[in-house]
């Protein structure tokens, strides 16, 4: 008769590292519970449940937190993870600024830090990274070698084969094919780079309006249009690393766009990008600045949303803009037939569910299967929330692994 090896499934060790690590998860979702709850949501006996709350007490991943109160009989002692078990940190990179910031192993932002980035070589990028890292790790109070791992969030995406960026020609100071080997060189902790609208369906996977869904598309209008494509749970990248780049999508309603890399644009990029938005806004006759900034279209579509039943001109701007929308959108759906899709970055997000009301329409009339169109939910810095999800979720996996 052969032994099992520790650490073997269906092993004591094994099964006490699963109870270990669903009740870890239960006490991030919930927050602090007594002894008796997780007993009841787990499943496991008093005794047994009181063992794994020593078990993980004496490990540093939980603490006793205060008592219940308010309820008949004896108050009972609650339990929470411990938020200084390990840290994560996460980067939101465009062409203007670095935005840092690092989360305890709960999930709560305990530092953040800006920084400007007029910088254009590989070596000022490295800088640039390392400087915005040590200001958020400043501002958190611990010290850099806490922090598990990181997470950087750029436009485009870095080609796997080659090791540089593609997709983000506006991103200077990113595209050396050794930058990747220069980061691993200075950084202390193991890095992941993620496309910035990635980070966003994370974002929005994890704790937005996404959360359950394990086949959705999220569509990302703010500087630039692009998508993340979710299926089967799974974030779909594409063998370059290019799939979701939907600005470059050739559509009806604009000229045909050759050479888009080049241009840094596309047909679907021109038809309901950010400058679409004023372009149609004085085409029917509202005043508005020249510039196709994110300010300028936000600021539109926001007003629409709230004066449109009483403003023909602002009805028209979001009627015009939502048929533009639902155009590229159609593509996508006839090719993912996603269950659900989110609409994300500020342009799409200013005009809040009269302009989401419209899309559903429109795309209802213009494609074969009608998926589920939502708002997106995560209000504030979704790229950066997503990095940090994206680093928290491996970072629980390795600190929450009480089976070594």
Do not use: C
Not at 162 to 181: D, I, V
Not at 279 to 303: C, D, K, N, W
Not at 367 to 375: D, N
Request: avoid cysteine.
């Amino acid at each position: 008769m052969t032994g099992t090896t520790p650490g073997t499934p269906g092993t004591p060790r094994v099964l006490r590292a699963m109870n270990d690590r669903a009740a870890l998860d239960l006490l991030l979702e919930h927050g602090p519970l007594s002894r008796t709850r997780i007993g009841k949501l787990t499943g496991l006996s008093k005794p047994t449940a009181s063992q794994l709350l020593a078990r993980l007490e004496a490990a540093g991943l939980v603490v006793a937190t205060g008592t219940t109160e308010g309820r008949p009989g004896p108050n009972a002692q609650l339990y929470a993870v411990n938020a200084r078990a390990a840290y994560a940190a996460g980067l939101d990179v465009n062409g203007d600024r670095i935005h840092a910031a690092v989360a305890d192993v709960t999930g709560e932002i305990v530092g953040e830090y800006e920084l400007r980035t007029p910088g254009r070589s590989a070596t000022g990028v490295v800088r640039q990274v390392t400087d915005a890292l040590d200001g958020a790790v400043k501002a958190a109070g611990i010290a850099l070698d806490e922090v598990r791992r990181l997470v950087i969030g750029t436009p485009g995406a870095f080609d796997p084969a080659t090791g540089r960026l593609r997709y983000a020609s506006h991103l200077p100071g990113w595209h050396s094919p050794t930058l990747l080997e220069e980061l691993a060189a200075v950084l202390p902790m193991p890095f992941e780079y993620e496309n910035d609208v990635n980070l966003v369906a994370i974002a929005e996977q994890r704790v937005g309006a996404a959360r359950g869904h394990a086949d959705f598309a999220l569509l990302w209008n703010e500087e630039g249009m692009g998508a993340a494509l979710v299926l089967g749970g799974r974030l779909h990248r594409g063998f370059t690393g290019g799939a979701g780049e939907v600005g470059f999508l050739p559509v009806p309603g604009t000229p045909l766009v050759r050479q888009v890399t080049k241009a840094n644009s596309g047909g679907y990029q021109e038809l309901a990008g950010v400058q679409a938005v004023p372009r149609i806004a004085r085409a029917i006759g509202i005043e508005t600045p020249e510039q196709p900034y994110v300010p300028v279209a936000s600021g539109l579509l926001s007003r629409a949303a709230e004066t449109h039943e009483d403003d023909p001109l602002y009805a028209e701007l979001l009627d015009r803009y939502a048929e533009r929308v639902a155009t590229g959108l159609a593509s996508i759906v006839a090719v993912l037939d996603p269950e659900l899709i989110v609409l994300s970055g500020d342009v799409l997000v200013a005009g809040g569910e009269p302009l989401r009301a419209r899309v559903q329409s429109e795309l209802a009339e213009l494609a074969a299967s009608r998926p589920r169109l939502v708002l997106a939910a995560v209000p504030r810095r979704p790229v950066l929330r997503g990095a940090l999800e994206s680093a928290l979720a491996t970072t629980r996996d390795e600190v929450f692994d009480t089976s070594r």
